[in-house]
């Protein structure tokens, strides 16, 4: 079975943050965790671990998630503030949790450190919270992230049949979309619309 790029959802570091962040149903809920993790380590296609921060509950636990990465050792780590949708009887989250783009670089960024230069921060889109980390002995060309999909290689390679690897369809990454770049990760071919706050529904066009 060929996949384009297979996901595990990290959400939480420890098995105390993460009974409290999903409240999951069965009792060996960390052992089912665990072994998620550790069935990446022997995939072909693309990889990815999904942090999702929330202030409070796990973007202290740094060393925790440092841990896990040898689990899986996946290609990509992505990790992502988390969206605060409003009050619910189910869920204690406030605005108070939800971290700040700046908060979620310098989350990145240690736990990139923390990897011993096997992940290096590659990619980030301000507008989404989001940070990606990569493998640098995969993704990282003669100083060049190569982070995108080549879609149209990957079609190639589930038609003929034959067994292939993340980085057979691996595109260069987009300048605008590098870490640090001033386009924090937007598109400068398509349009940012904001609206006007101190008048109500008034959109500018960036």
Same mark, same amino acid.
């Given at each position: 079975?060929?996949?384009?790029?297979?996901?595990?959802?990290?959400?939480?570091?420890? *098995?105390?943050?993460? &009974?409290?962040?999903?409240? !999951?149903? @069965?009792?060996?809920? /960390? %052992?089912?965790?665990?072994?998620?993790? &550790?069935?990446?380590?022997?995939?072909?296609?693309?990889?990815?671990?999904?942090?999702?921060?929330?202030?409070?509950?796990?973007?202290?636990?740094?060393?925790?998630?440092?841990?896990?990465?040898?689990?899986?050792? $996946?290609?990509? #780590? %992505? #990790?992502?503030?988390?969206?605060?949708?409003?009050?619910?009887?189910?869920?204690?989250?406030?605005?108070?949790? +939800?971290?700040?783009?700046?908060?979620?670089?310098? @989350?990145?960024?240690?736990?990139?450190? *923390?990897?011993?230069? +096997?992940?290096?921060?590659?990619? %980030?889109?301000?507008?989404?919270?989001?940070?990606?980390?990569?493998?640098?002995?995969? @993704?990282?060309?003669?100083? &060049?992230?190569?982070? /995108?999909?080549?879609?149209?290689?990957?079609?190639?390679? +589930?038609?003929?049949?034959? !067994?292939? &690897?993340?980085?057979?369809?691996?595109?260069?990454? !987009?300048?605008?979309?590098?870490?640090?770049?001033?386009?924090?990760?937007?598109? $400068?071919?398509?349009?940012?619309?904001?609206?006007?706050?101190?008048?109500?529904?008034?959109?500018?066009?960036?």
């Amino acid at each position: 079975m060929c996949w384009l790029q297979l996901y595990v959802s990290v959400d939480a570091a420890t *098995k105390k943050s993460l &009974k409290v962040v999903d409240r !999951p149903l @069965f009792s060996d809920f /960390w %052992e089912r965790f665990l072994d998620s993790l &550790k069935s990446l380590h022997d995939k072909d296609q693309r990889t990815v671990y999904r942090l999702t921060l929330v202030k409070g509950w796990n973007a202290e636990e740094i060393d925790a998630y440092a841990n896990l990465l040898s689990l899986g050792q $996946p290609d990509f #780590i %992505e #990790i992502k503030g988390v969206t605060y949708c409003g009050s619910s009887a189910t869920s204690k989250l406030t605005m108070e949790n +939800v971290p700040w783009h700046s908060d979620v670089k310098e @989350f990145s960024e240690a736990l990139a450190l *923390k990897s011993g230069g +096997v992940y290096e921060v590659a990619c %980030e889109h301000a507008h989404s919270c989001c940070v990606l980390l990569a493998k640098v002995d995969k @993704f990282k060309i003669n100083g &060049k992230w190569h982070t /995108w999909i080549d879609y149209d290689r990957f079609h190639e390679l +589930v038609t003929s049949g034959k !067994p292939f &690897k993340s980085q057979d369809y691996m595109a260069m990454t !987009p300048s605008w979309a590098v870490y640090g770049a001033e386009e924090g990760g937007f598109d $400068p071919d398509q349009s940012r619309y904001k609206k006007e706050r101190r008048h109500g529904a008034a959109a500018l066009k960036d």
